[in-house]
């Protein structure tokens, strides 16, 4: 039952994060940067603490009575997976939700598979001996998951050639109808930078276990015999997003700097209340697909294949709203083959990596 339940919420996560950019289409009028921080300031500042307050007792103190390593940690990879995600909203801003969300995710569950593992190889870490890349390699599960990762990275390039065959044959109007910015080259180097950054989300989560591990320990006491915390993950997300916050803030400010476009947030051209409403949506709802994945962790057991089937809802949902979007609407039918076939590829990628982190270590 606990594994049916893990599924579920990862579903409601994936759902979340795969719909998290369509309030941000409704909002008119303001430079890309000023909607992306007020959503911002909703899932990095004000949402994941309120969160953690309302389902951790003592979510502060757990913070303040761990290691400064540990939280110096978290942070920075919070730090680095910021980057990947300024760099998404980018990502689908130039490629579409569709082919965006396969290609950035495609490298975001490859890495966030292997990044935990190259750093456990290089700083040998206890109770994570069989986490190394050199077990992978030596190891029937690591082998599975390696050979997924080369999968998803086939199944990312058929959908950069899927885009290029779309540009190639959309006519322009349906092109700037479906994508208004549409670039598949700025697109694609943004999307692969974002998608590997993007991955350090998943080990920041690893390196803020010990906090996790606390929360669920404390809630144990009091309710013995009741298995995992639900809401462990909670208090890590916190940290985890400080860190998001500090990369985005930075940037968006210089973008508002150079684009001069601090006017937007009292512009009263433009329906303000309505822009701030969907922005503070996105926002939120983009924090819910931790909210959910770290409920749907904490039943499952598996961080890596957690991680795994959280990317590949993911994938679906927001190919989904590309259809419903008709981001595709005008292309041939083969580029229509290809894209799905790209698509499905990296799902595929995705179930075998998840496999691959489920047997026998």
């Known amino acids: 039952m606990g594994i049916i339940l893990g599924v579920i919420f990862h579903f409601i996560g994936g759902f ?35 969160a953690a307050y309302l389902t951790i007792p003592g979510f502060a103190d757990i913070i303040k009575g761990s290691s400064t390593l540990i939280v110096r940690t978290t942070f920075l990879m919070g730090l680095l997976w910021g980057i990947g995600g300024l760099m998404y909203g980018l990502g689908v801003r130039y490629l579409g939700m569709s082919l965006g969300n396969s290609v950035i995710l495609g490298f975001c569950s490859a890495f966030g598979s292997l990044i935990p593992a190259i750093y456990y190889n290089y700083v040998p870490t206890p109770g994570k001996e069989k986490q190394t ?19 998803c990275l086939i199944g990312i390039a058929i959908c950069g050639w899927a885009g290029m065959m779309k540009e190639k044959s959309q006519p322009e109007v349906q092109k700037k109808e479906s994508v208004k910015e549409f670039s598949l080259v700025k697109g694609l180097i943004i999307a692969t930078v974002s998608g590997i950054l993007s991955a350090f989300f998943n080990f920041g989560i690893e390196a803020g276990k010990p906090m996790a591990d606390m929360a669920n320990a404390n809630w144990q006491l009091i309710h013995p015999g009741q298995g995992n915390f639900l809401f462990q993950n909670n208090v890590i997300f916190v940290v985890i997003l400080w860190g998001g916050l500090t990369t985005n803030f930075i940037w968006c400010m210089v973008l508002n700097a150079r684009n001069k476009s601090f006017g937007d947030y009292t512009n009263q ?9 969907f922005s503070a949506l996105a926002g939120t709802t983009w ?26 809802f993911i994938i679906l949902v927001a190919n989904g709203w590309g259809i419903f979007l008709k981001e595709w609407k005008g292309v041939s039918r083969r580029t229509n083959t290809t894209i799905i076939l790209g698509i499905l590829t990296i799902i595929a ?13």
Not at 140 to 150: E, F, H, K, S, T
Not at 349 to 361: A, F
């Open 349 to 361: 990628s995705v179930v075998i990596v998840g496999y691959g982190n489920s047997l026998p270590k």
């Open 287 to 312: 924090f819910l697909q931790f909210f959910f994945y770290g409920m749907g962790e904490s039943k499952m057991g598996n961080g890596a294949s957690s991680w795994i089937l959280h990317m590949s």
């Open 133 to 151: 890349l050199y077990f992978m390699l030596h190891n029937p599960g690591g082998q599975w998951v390696l050979m997924g990762v080369l999968i």
């Open 16 to 50: 979340a994060s795969g719909s998290f950019y369509m309030p941000y289409q409704k909002v008119k009028g303001w430079n890309w940067e000023s909607f992306w921080i007020v959503g911002g300031l909703f899932s990095w500042l004000i949402v994941p603490p309120l």
């Open 269 to 277: 051209q433009t329906p303000l209340a309505k822009n701030y409403l």
